[in-house]
């Protein structure tokens, strides 16, 4: 069963950067960043098929940057000019059929970073 565990969250000013990392123990299928913000349902932010294809949601288009090794099954978010409203929980998720970052795609999920932007 695939294992997911996110890294790289934490605490930045608007305007700012992070970059968070998934690792996926050995899958290379569909993947995606989700988030969630209290009291607001899990949405989609990226994702990416085994062969680099991506979608991204509107909201994060030209800030948001995601990639993937698959030699070390690594999948990544690069995140520049941060808002407040991207601060949430993300989510790593694997996911099988159409790829795109829809949540019902996906059924294994990490535990979760934090991120947030003041």
């Known amino acids: 069963q695939v294992q997911l565990v996110e890294s790289g969250g934490g605490s930045v000013e608007a305007g700012g950067s992070l970059r968070l990392s998934c690792e996926a123990s050995g899958y290379t299928g569909c993947m995606g960043w989700f988030r969630q913000a209290p009291g607001k349902e899990r949405e989609g932010v990226a994702s990416?098929?085994?062969?680099?294809?991506?979608s991204y949601a509107d909201s994060v288009k030209g800030r948001f940057n995601i990639s993937r090794d698959n030699a070390r099954a690594l999948v990544r978010l690069q995140m520049t000019s941060l808002k407040p409203e991207d601060t949430a929980l993300y989510y790593c998720?694997?996911?099988?059929?159409?790829?795109?970052?829809?949540?019902?795609?996906?059924?294994?999920w990490g535990k979760g970073t934090q991120v947030t932007v003041s």
């Open positions: 998720a694997a996911g099988e059929g159409e790829c795109v970052p829809n949540p019902e795609v996906f059924s294994t």
């Open positions: 990416i098929d085994r062969s680099g294809t991506i």
